[in-house]
């Protein structure tokens, strides 16, 4: 017994002791030690000598030298294998493998430069929740619940009561900011919003808009154009015209619809104008008395504008996309053509 323990604690010292430069000495290490014929297993085989009383303690001290062995073992082999690599195999003058980057949706690097003008002129981004109520998205913004103008805006009904609905715009976002913030309010509100429509070239059930709403002492007209004027020559460059054409919304009197200078055929006609020079991109008009009111806003005291675009449309004009459906299909082909830097 007595000379068995002291043949474990020199063969431990020793493997504590091994160095190996590469990885034949962790092999020699592995063969001497760890092999069939190793002296793991030399002293192992000792245990049939240890008395019955004895065996349970012995065994458990064999077991953690061969694990101390082995342990010893394995780092041996990690660290020559890599120092075998480094001479053998790397040549660090190769350029390295590329890691592919991916790029920004278009719709995204559109969106974030038309919110990126509109912080300059002072505007505060503003979200709200995709499903909505009947309240946010039609009754507050002046469209009670038989209002023809509904029709406007197909909507997808998710229940009755409680009645919840997909937002058809962002203007309940608007809504939901007027009710928790008195004036002076200027806000956009960028997001995604739904519509029953057959998806086609033209036309998606899904959408995204940036809308806008600015309430204040004193805000003319004059303010919404000079502000959405001031918009185009950012978005699309200086020479871009814009005209701005009688419309209607419930939630805005007077309301307009603002068009732009065809920047395909710069003004003198093509497909994408349909020949008249003009492309439509958004929506707009004074803030209706009756919305202020339905926040408690004084329409006596305050006046606002309200305007709304879509996302894909000012993209379509932007980079010339002339499917709708591509923006969702998530093809890379399609994808990797932009780059952005926002
Ligand atoms: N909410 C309108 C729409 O989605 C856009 C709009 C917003 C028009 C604000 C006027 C004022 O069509």
């Not at 805000?219 to 005209?243: H, N, P, W």
């Amino acid at each position: 017994m007595e000379v068995l323990l002291q043949q474990i604690e020199t063969i431990k010292q020793e493997v504590a002791a091994f160095s190996a430069n590469n990885a034949d000495d962790a092999e020699a290490f592995r063969i001497k030690y760890l092999g069939t014929k190793g002296l793991v297993k030399h002293i192992m085989g000792e245990m049939k000598n240890v008395p019955n009383e004895k065996k349970k303690e012995f065994g458990l001290l064999l077991n953690e030298f061969k694990q101390f062995v082995e342990s010893k073992y394995e780092t041996l082999k990690e660290l020559t294998v890599d120092n075998g690599q480094l001479t053998a195999n790397i040549d660090f003058s190769l350029p390295g493998s590329p890691v592919p980057v991916g790029t920004r949706h278009p719709l995204s690097i559109v969106r974030n430069q038309i919110v990126s003008i509109f912080k300059r002129l002072g505007f505060a981004v503003a979200e709200g929740p995709e499903i909505e109520d009947d309240w946010h998205n039609f009754g507050a913004m002046n469209l009670p619940e038989d209002h023809p103008a509904r029709d406007m805006q197909d909507t997808f009904y998710i229940s009755k009561n409680p009645d919840w609905l997909l937002r058809t715009h962002t203007s309940s976002v608007q809504a939901r900011v007027m009710e928790n913030q008195k004036p002076p309010i200027r806000v956009i509100c960028p997001g995604r919003v739904y519509r029953n429509e057959t998806i086609s070239a033209r036309a998606h059930c899904f959408f995204h808009q940036v809308e806008g709403l600015y309430v204040d002492e004193n805000v003319s007209f004059a303010d919404l154009k000079q502000t959405l004027y001031f918009f185009v020559q950012e978005m699309f460059g200086k020479d871009t015209k814009v005209r701005f054409r009688p419309s209607y919304f419930p939630f805005t009197e007077p309301s307009a619809e603002m068009d732009i200078s065809c920047l395909i055929c710069g003004g003198s006609g093509c497909n994408v104008c349909k020949h008249t020079g003009w492309v439509e991109i958004l929506g707009s008009g004074m803030v209706h008395p009756k919305v202020l009111e339905n926040f408690s806003i004084d329409a006596n005291k305050y006046t606002g504008f309200a305007f709304g675009m879509g996302v894909e449309r000012i993209c379509q004009l932007k980079y010339r996309v002339n499917d709708l459906r591509l923006y969702s299909q998530n093809d890379v082909r399609f994808l990797k053509q932009f780059t952005g830097a926002l």
